[in-house]
């Protein structure tokens, strides 16, 4: 039996940081969309209260 090297190799190093990179802009991307989906939202509602006011004063 050959017996595998315990620690990663010249390659292995490069990849998980590239990885943990990716993953990290990945989160960050997935958070900018959930803070703009959250104004969008915020907007409508504003504007769904708004126009609920208006059609009770009448």
Same mark, same amino acid.
């Given at each position: 039996? %050959?017996?595998? #090297?315990?620690?990663? $190799? #010249?390659?292995?190093? %490069?990849?998980? *940081?590239? !990885?943990?990179? @990716?993953? &990290?802009?990945? $989160?960050?991307?997935?958070?900018? *969309?959930?803070?703009? *989906?959250? &104004?969008?939202?915020? *907007?409508?509602?504003?504007? =769904?209260? @708004?126009?609920?006011? =208006?059609?009770?004063? !009448?």
């Amino acid at each position: 039996m %050959t017996k595998q #090297p315990q620690e990663p $190799g #010249p390659g292995r190093s %490069t990849s998980d *940081a590239a !990885f943990n990179e @990716l993953r &990290k802009e990945i $989160g960050e991307r997935n958070e900018r *969309a959930q803070k703009e *989906a959250r &104004k969008v939202r915020s *907007a409508r509602e504003r504007e =769904q209260v @708004l126009r609920r006011r =208006q059609e009770d004063r !009448f």
